[in-house]
C-alpha cells in the first residue's frame, strides 16, 4: 500500500512562486509514473503534469508548461512541483498521484482514471 502526503500549499500573491512537495511511502515509488492534479472550486479535477520514472521525461497541460516543473527524488520517495508565475487562475487544491503496473517504462500518463493512488490534496490560493 502505498500513502502519498502532499505539502507546500498556501497563501500566495499573483506572480509569486511555490514549491509543493509529495512524499511517497512503500516501496514502489521509484518504479511509478507520478502526477500532479488540481481541482478548483465548482470544477472537474484536472491533469497538470507528470513525470516518468525511468527516463524523468514529463509532460504538462499547456495551461502551466513553462511556468510549473514536475521532478522527483527517487532517494528520498519525494515528488515535487514548483509553480512560478502563479495566476489567480492557479487556485485549486492541488493533489499528487502515483501509477504502478505501468505498461512500458517511460509511459507518463496525463488521465486521471490511470492512476492508482492519491494524495489528500493541499490547497494553493493565489490572490490579485
Known amino acids: 500500500q502505498v500513502q502519498l502526503v502532499e505539502s507546500g500549499g498556501g497563501l500566495v500573491q499573483a506572480g509569486g512562486s511555490l514549491r509543493l512537495s509529495c512524499a511517497a511511502s512503500g516501496r514502489t515509488f521509484s518504479r511509478s509514473a507520478m502526477g500532479w492534479f488540481r481541482q478548483a472550486p465548482g470544477k472537474e479535477r484536472e491533469f497538470v503534469a507528470a513525470?516518468?520514472?525511468?527516463?524523468?521525461?514529463?509532460d504538462y497541460a499547456p495551461s502551466v508548461k513553462g511556468r510549473f516543473a514536475i521532478s522527483r527524488d527517487d532517494a528520498s520517495s519525494t515528488l515535487y512541483l514548483q509553480m512560478n508565475s502563479l495566476k489567480t487562475e492557479d487556485t485549486a487544491v492541488y493533489y499528487c498521484?502515483?501509477?504502478?503496473?505501468?505498461?512500458?517504462?517511460?509511459?507518463?500518463?496525463?488521465?486521471?482514471?490511470?492512476?492508482?493512488?492519491w494524495g489528500q490534496g493541499t490547497q494553493v490560493t493565489v490572490s490579485s
Open positions: 498521484a502515483g501509477k504502478t503496473r505501468l505498461p512500458w517504462n517511460w509511459y507518463t500518463p496525463v488521465t486521471e482514471s490511470v492512476y492508482d493512488y
Open positions: 513525470i516518468n520514472w525511468h527516463f524523468h521525461s514529463t
